[in-house]
Every structure is written in structure tokens, then in C-alpha cells.
């Protein structure tokens, strides 16, 4: 679209923020990836903070933390608040809300980005392009299927940067461990809803979730669920370690 067309048309939901002038002709969309436990969160912060102490504005924005509530937290324990993203936000209309209240925007940070559609990213982008505002998205890139989450791969396909978050993560074994195993009571499983929010710790969540057969659970029983990332030859093992009873081979076939 003509940005001549975008600027002059009042329902466009990019129509009330200023093009910027004296900058680069466009921001970028950065893309940081990685299993759990590699330091994302942290990252965003740090990010944060280094943007903030040289007078820019920024937001911070957030789907599914771990907490449970609309922060970016951190497993150091840093934590900061931010706007929660439901499945019906518009972006670019929460950026404009800003711009119209007066109050700039000059970068996003989004963490678990793998949860946004396919259509936020787009706005991310399209906020990158049309009004210059620098997106720095962190998230995982699989699910416990082993397959891209939608936001993801939207992410891998759009962004101008992608980057793996340098922190190893190792599996049980010691070798580098890239895989987000679902253990549910002690067991690796196969089937069961994409969004389903745990840790990583051993005491894990009670959560309604998928048995191994995929049938859910009654509304009134509850099961320890938690994420354990694993390298590739026991992720596909179902091998969560030495303690670990319960596994079941997976086929790549």
C-alpha cells in the first residue's frame, strides 16, 4: 500500500502516529530464540533498561508469562510489568493509543512471542516499516511436539534479525538440549493442546491437561505438569533421566 494512501486514511489503525524524520527510513524487527531456561527474559530486560537510560520510550509487551500475570519475569528474578497480548489485540491500535495520549513509542519488547498469531507479527512488522519503531521479540521456537509455533515461524519469516540466545541449555545427559519435553506425572507426552503454561521446575504446576492418549483430564482432577528440555536423542527417547520412569519412544518416521 501506497504510504501516501496510509497516512490519509482515518481508519487505518496507523493513521494518527507521526512518520518520523532525521532517523533511519525504517526500524527493525529482531528476533531472539531459544529453549527454556536460555535467559530470554532476562535478555528483554537488559535489552530494556539499555534502551531506557538513553531516553527512549518503550513497551513492553507480553502473551502467556510464566507467572500467570500481564510481567515479563525472569528466573533471576527480575521482573517488570507489561501489557498482556490476547489472541484479539491489535498492535498497532495499542501503539496508537500511546501516540495519542502524547506519549512516544521508539521500541517494542515482546517476550513469548511464540504465542502471537501470524497477523501480530504482521503488525510488528508493519510497525517497523510505517513508523519506525525498533520490535525486539524473544520467545521459543518449537512447542513439546517439536514443531514451529505460529508466532515463530511467522517471526523467522519476517524479521530482519534472528539470532539464538548464546546461553546453552544442556539435556540430562550433557549434551546441548534444544527440545521442550511436556512431563506430565513424571512422563513425556506426545498429545495435547500447543498453549498449555508450566515451568520448568520439578515441582512443576497443577494443571488440567492430556493424558498420554490425548483424552483430557476431568475438570476435578489435577496433574503435575512441568517442561524439561532435553537433546534430541531423549527427546525422541522420551528419556528424561537416570529418576525418570515412564518413557516411550518416538518415531521421526
Not at 546441548?176 to 512422563?187: K, T, Y
Request: glycine fraction near 10%; charged fraction near 25%.
Amino acid at each position: 500500500m501506497d504510504s501516501a494512501v496510509l497516512a490519509d486514511d482515518p481508519t487505518d489503525a496507523l493513521s494518527s502516529l507521526p512518520r518520523r524524520s532525521g532517523r533511519r527510513a525504517a526500524g527493525q524487527v529482531r528476533f531472539f530464540y531459544g529453549p527454556m531456561d536460555c535467559g530470554k527474559s532476562t535478555l528483554a530486560l537488559q535489552i530494556d533498561h539499555n534502551h531506557a537510560r538513553q531516553g527512549r520510550e518503550g513497551m513492553l509487551l507480553v502473551r502467556h508469562d510464566r507467572s500467570g500475570q500481564p510481567k515479563i519475569s525472569s528466573r533471576i528474578g527480575i521482573t517488570r510489568g507489561a501489557v498482556e497480548v490476547n489472541e484479539d489485540l491489535d498492535i498497532r491500535e495499542l501503539v496508537r493509543g500511546r501516540w495519542s495520549a502524547s506519549r512516544p513509542v521508539d521500541y517494542l519488547i515482546v517476550d513469548e512471542a511464540q504465542f502471537l498469531t501470524a497477523s501480530q507479527v504482521d503488525q510488528l512488522a508493519e510497525l517497523a516499516d510505517d513508523v519506525q519503531v525498533d520490535v525486539y521479540c524473544f520467545g521459543i521456537a518449537t512447542d513439546f511436539q517439536s514443531r514451529l509455533f505460529p508466532g515463530s515461524r511467522r517471526l523467522f519469516e519476517l524479521a530482519d534479525l534472528i539470532q539464538a540466545v548464546q546461553v546453552e541449555v544442556l539435556c540430562w545427559c550433557g549434551s546441548s538440549g534444544r527440545f521442550n519435553a511436556r512431563v506430565v506425572d513424571g512422563r513425556v507426552i506426545r498429545a495435547g493442546d500447543t498453549v498449555l503454561v508450566a515451568d520448568t521446575g520439578q515441582d512443576g504446576a497443577s494443571a488440567g491437561a492430556a493424558v498420554p492418549d490425548g483424552r483430557d483430564l476431568p475438570d476435578q482432577e489435577s496433574v503435575t505438569v512441568r517442561y524439561q528440555v532435553l537433546c534430541r536423542r531423549h527427546f525422541r527417547a522420551g528419556d528424561l533421566g537416570p529418576i525418570a520412569t515412564g518413557q516411550g519412544q518416538l518415531s521421526l518416521a
